[in-house]
């Protein structure tokens, strides 16, 4: 398994504002990754971070957006960029942990992001 | 259709009932497939894999069903503290790396 920690846990911000989220794991992992969940609703991959290179991005999310870092094989930083009230959701920052041969995935506790 | 598909809810069941819950999967090419517990207001964590021949956990029970494309849940004896959202969770070996869809969850409420 693998311990997980974010910060901040929640913040309240205004549009057009940044927000840096840090995500720190207690190991080295290969695979990190950011997720959103808006209420109600799935997690969503925003994606992947790619520790030496630029991380991968899914349909829908773009790095101008989205910056991430990954200097280290255990942090990695999620930057919610110009924000807008859309914005308000929870983001989770997972790493990916090979256990008896299954990908299982652990969670950090998440930040809550109000946008007014 | 959605990629992971499960029934919302609420159910709300007694104490010391059984419950079931269905995920279905579009991907016939899913590899591997999980169960998480998520708490109001926390992070998902990892109830259990589920196996291609059945797994067991206590009181929990976890089948896959390749043919149908549909993985099951089920809690015996249900505990109030079993209230929570059930994410099922499926992975595609995407390129060489693991593609995760989770579903919207399902949510259990256990009653006195």
């Known amino acids: 398994s693998a311990v997980i920690s974010q910060k901040p846990s929640r913040d309240i911000c205004q549009r057009g504002t940044s927000l840096t989220i840090q995500c720190q794991v207690d190991?080295?992992?290969?695979?990190m990754f950011w997720y959103r969940q808006q209420p109600g609703q799935s997690l969503t991959l925003i994606a992947t971070?790619?520790?030496?290179?630029?991380?991968?991005?899914e349909s829908g999310f773009v790095i101008d957006k989205f910056p991430i870092s990954r200097p280290n094989l255990t942090f990695s930083t999620l930057t919610v960029s110009n924000m807008s009230p859309e914005d308000s959701s929870i983001y989770l920052c997972s790493v990916e942990v090979l256990e008896q041969g299954s990908h299982e995935q652990y969670f950090g506790p998440g930040t809550r992001l109000t946008v007014t | 259709r959605k990629e992971v598909e499960q029934d919302p809810g609420p159910f709300n069941v007694p104490e010391g009932a059984t419950v079931a819950f269905n995920c279905t999967y579009s991907?016939?090419?899913?590899?591997?497939f999980f169960w998480y517990r998520q708490d109001c207001r926390k992070e998902p964590k990892l109830l259990m894999s589920v196996y291609s021949s059945g797994n067991e956990d206590g009181r929990f029970t976890a089948q896959l069903n390749r043919a149908s494309q549909y993985i099951s849940l089920l809690i015996r004896d249900s505990k109030l503290s079993d209230s929570a959202t059930y994410l099922c969770v499926v992975n595609v070996d995407s390129g060489g790396y693991q593609k995760v869809t989770f579903g919207i969850g399902t949510k259990l409420q256990v009653i006195p």
């Open positions: 971070a790619n520790q030496g290179s630029e991380a991968t991005y």
């Open positions: 190991s080295q992992v290969t695979m």
């Open positions: 991907n016939s090419a899913s590899q591997s």
